[in-house]
């Protein structure tokens, strides 16, 4: 009975690890309620690998001086506060990128480790941000367009390449990963963005340990989730994401999903959280877990910072076979929410919502999208499985992982593939391995033919279709509707995009998300659904001890 739960909650609500889908929503929502009902004790909490000296060093200083008149008074023009309003700031000369950067380095100084309401969600600062900013005040144009994404302080879930900073994964193996940019970090700085930093997440994107708390690596500690520290679950892979943008720690974020690890820590945390359709972000320079499903996308406290994160990050990858094959056209993700009309829009729009889910706040969130002037279409589940869907993540990482290291990974790196790894961590296994690594010691043990390896993926693929295309197709749908990320595992192996947006608090103050799911290349129409609900129920609210 252990063993199912322990399925249940990984395959509806953390991780990139969705094996299974046949079981019922109602089981895997008492499972995490269950989970909820006292504080969590965690084998490690605090990071045995990072220190403040480490991660302080570039810019002590600066943000000892940065004093707290300075910090309130800056404070209306920044927290909370969306990219276009940010921009608007700096153009009447109320706030510069550097005092930008300056903000949000003092707020991770003061919030996110080694105190009473730390949540280990930073795991490595630039140490040229401020140089970088200060360029960007110098080069600023006078006519900026108030969406761009120029000047931006950007974190990077931590197995994405940055150069100045190591990739780690969270792991100690990769702890001087100095790298290159990744395909969207050289796209992001191409537009201007400023990287901030890295954020923790569940370690080797959680398919490491299999019995770990989401949210935990060993270089950058557990992550805590800001609504309930020790209490609520931070959703993962891109737990730390996450949380720094529920806290206010930078204007965006960037996760990857292979299933699930956007929209559930997205969710947990009641910010927004896009899966992209497979193919239209590069996944060159991220380490990975299954060239397959796995997938960068955007992490955002609203919609429209959503859509101008996503924009910023598009371009063909001539290296990655999936956006080649893709062949996506180039999209404006933003114009169209300009002037969107929430009620006028959503008059148009048919939406599909599963009877079967009596989650209270998804039943108010069906209602006010109907208000509002939609059609909402009730549907049911088909009966469809996933078989086999593990075996994609260990047949991929195999080969995956390796070539990541050979192509992208630092030259220093004294591993070549996961038996060196899993060989490493065994040395020192407390602190490399406190929770163990029985998914890495999967991976390797599995195996299978080319073909068998292409009838599992064809399978997957048009099972993870079939679900979504009967309903949507029998009712003439735009979108269907979810919670948190439920349906992820299915959204995976279709390759079709989600995303998932606040929509309110259960009585124990853990957050909750409302999914949009859509099939290949409706990116520019979710964003837009979103924006629409967005707009009508306003359910993003900052946590309580993270609002000064």
Same mark, same amino acid.
């Given at each position: 009975?252990?063993?199912?739960?322990? %399925?249940?909650?990984?395959?509806?609500?953390?991780?990139?690890?969705?094996?299974?889908?046949?079981?019922?929503?109602?089981?895997?929502?008492?499972? +995490?309620?269950?989970?909820?009902?006292?504080?969590?004790?965690?084998?490690?909490?605090?990071?045995?690998?990072?220190?403040?000296?480490?991660?302080?060093?570039?810019?002590?200083?600066?943000?000892?001086? $940065?004093?707290?008149?300075?910090?309130?008074?800056?404070?209306?023009?920044?927290?909370?506060?969306? &990219?276009?309003?940010?921009?608007?700031?700096?153009?009447?000369?109320?706030?510069?990128?550097?005092?930008?950067?300056?903000?949000?380095?003092?707020?991770?100084?003061?919030?996110?480790?080694?105190?009473?309401?730390?949540?280990?969600?930073? &795991?490595?600062?630039?140490?040229?941000?401020?140089?970088? *900013?200060?360029?960007?005040?110098?080069?600023?144009?006078?006519? +900026?367009?108030?969406?761009?994404?120029?000047?931006?302080?950007?974190?990077?879930?931590? @197995?994405?390449?940055?150069?100045?900073?190591?990739?780690?994964? #969270? *792991?100690?193996?990769? /702890?001087?990963?100095?790298?290159?940019?990744?395909?969207?970090?050289?796209?992001?700085?191409?537009?201007?963005?400023? &990287?901030?930093?890295?954020?923790?997440?569940?370690?080797?994107?959680?398919? $490491?340990?299999?019995?770990?708390?989401?949210? =935990?690596?060993?270089?950058?500690?557990?992550?805590?989730?800001? =609504?309930?520290?020790?209490?609520?679950?931070?959703?993962?892979?891109?737990?730390?994401?996450?949380?720094?943008?529920?806290?206010?720690?930078?204007? *965006?974020?960037?996760?990857?999903?292979?299933?699930?690890?956007?929209?559930?820590?997205?969710?947990?945390?009641?910010?927004?959280?896009?899966?992209?359709?497979?193919?239209? +972000?590069?996944?060159? #320079?991220?380490?990975?877990?299954?060239?397959?499903?796995?997938?960068?996308?955007?992490?955002?406290?609203?919609?429209?910072?959503?859509?101008?994160?996503?924009?910023?990050?598009?371009?063909?990858?001539?290296?990655?076979?999936?956006?080649?094959?893709?062949?996506?056209?180039?999209?404006?993700?933003?114009?169209?929410?300009?002037?969107? /009309? *929430?009620?006028?829009?959503?008059? /148009?729009?048919? %939406?599909?919502?599963?009877?079967?889910?009596?989650?209270?706040?998804?039943?108010?969130?069906?209602?006010?999208?109907?208000?509002? #002037?939609?059609?909402?279409?009730?549907?049911?589940?088909?009966?469809?499985?996933?078989?086999?869907?593990?075996?994609?993540?260990? %047949?991929?990482?195999?080969?995956?992982?390796?070539?990541?290291?050979?192509?992208?990974?630092?030259?220093?790196?004294?591993?070549?593939?996961?038996?060196?790894?899993?060989?490493? @961590?065994?040395?020192?296994? %407390?602190?490399?391995?406190?929770?163990?690594?029985?998914?890495?010691?999967?991976?390797?043990?599995?195996?299978?033919?080319?073909?068998?390896?292409?009838? &599992?993926?064809?399978?997957?693929?048009?099972?993870?279709?079939? $679900?979504?295309?009967?309903?949507?197709?029998?009712?003439?749908?735009?979108?269907?509707?979810?919670? @948190?990320?439920?349906?992820?595992? =299915?959204?995976?192996?279709?390759? =079709?995009?989600?995303?998932?947006?606040?929509?309110?608090?259960? /009585?124990?103050?853990?957050?909750?998300?409302?999914?949009?799911?859509?099939?290949?290349?409706?990116?520019?129409?979710?964003?837009?659904?979103?924006?629409?609900?967005?707009?009508?129920?306003?359910?993003?609210?900052?946590?309580?001890?993270?609002?000064?």
């Amino acid at each position: 009975m252990k063993q199912i739960l322990l %399925l249940l909650s990984f395959a509806f609500l953390f991780s990139c690890k969705e094996t299974s889908s046949n079981a019922s929503t109602k089981e895997a929502t008492q499972t +995490l309620n269950d989970s909820t009902v006292q504080e969590r004790e965690y084998a490690v909490l605090d990071s045995k690998v990072l220190t403040d000296e480490t991660l302080w060093k570039s810019f002590d200083f600066e943000v000892k001086m $940065f004093t707290e008149t300075k910090y309130d008074k800056l404070k209306p023009f920044i927290f909370e506060k969306t &990219i276009p309003e940010i921009q608007q700031a700096v153009a009447q000369g109320q706030l510069t990128y550097e005092e930008l950067v300056l903000f949000y380095l003092s707020r991770i100084k003061k919030y996110d480790r080694n105190n009473d309401l730390s949540l280990n969600s930073v &795991i490595a600062l630039n140490p040229k941000v401020l140089d970088q *900013a200060r360029e960007l005040d110098k080069n600023r144009a006078n006519d +900026l367009d108030p969406y761009s994404i120029y000047g931006m302080p950007i974190l990077l879930k931590d @197995n994405i390449n940055a150069a100045d900073m190591p990739t780690t994964a #969270g *792991a100690v193996v990769f /702890e001087d990963n100095d790298t290159g940019d990744a395909f969207i970090t050289q796209k992001l700085k191409e537009h201007g963005a400023v &990287i901030l930093g890295k954020a923790n997440l569940s370690e080797w994107a959680y398919f $490491f340990c299999g019995d770990c708390p989401s949210g =935990y690596s060993a270089v950058g500690g557990q992550t805590l989730n800001p =609504y309930g520290r020790k209490i609520h679950d931070t959703g993962g892979s891109s737990s730390g994401s996450g949380v720094a943008m529920a806290a206010n720690f930078a204007v *965006a974020a960037v996760g990857s999903e292979t299933s699930g690890s956007i929209l559930s820590p997205s969710s947990a945390n009641s910010v927004v959280g896009l899966k992209p359709t497979i193919g239209l +972000l590069s996944r060159g #320079g991220i380490i990975p877990i299954s060239s397959t499903l796995d997938t960068p996308g955007p992490m955002t406290r609203s919609v429209i910072d959503n859509a101008i994160l996503l924009q910023a990050m598009t371009g063909l990858d001539e290296d990655d076979a999936a956006a080649v094959n893709l062949k996506a056209a180039s999209t404006d993700y933003v114009n169209g929410l300009k002037d969107l /009309e *929430a009620s006028a829009y959503l008059s /148009e729009k048919r %939406l599909g919502y599963y009877t079967n889910y009596d989650d209270t706040l998804y039943l108010q969130a069906v209602e006010a999208l109907r208000e509002a #002037g939609a059609t909402l279409i009730p549907i049911e589940r088909p009966e469809v499985d996933l078989p086999q869907f593990t075996r994609v993540l260990n %047949l991929d990482m195999q080969k995956d992982l390796p070539a990541y290291i050979a192509n992208y990974g630092s030259k220093n790196l004294a591993v070549k593939d996961l038996k060196d790894i899993t060989g490493f @961590n065994k040395k020192d296994s %407390l602190i490399r391995m406190p929770y163990g690594q029985k998914l890495l010691y999967g991976v390797l043990a599995d195996s299978a033919s080319a073909e068998e390896f292409t009838a &599992i993926k064809d399978t997957l693929e048009r099972n993870g279709r079939r $679900f979504f295309d009967e309903p949507m197709k029998a009712n003439d749908l735009d979108a269907v509707l979810s919670i @948190n990320n439920y349906m992820s595992g =299915y959204a995976a192996v279709a390759k =079709y995009p989600a995303i998932t947006v606040p929509m309110g608090y259960q /009585e124990d103050n853990r957050p909750m998300g409302l999914t949009f799911i859509a099939p290949t290349l409706s990116e520019a129409q979710l964003l837009e659904l979103a924006y629409a609900y967005e707009q009508i129920s306003k359910m993003r609210k900052t946590p309580t001890n993270f609002e000064e």
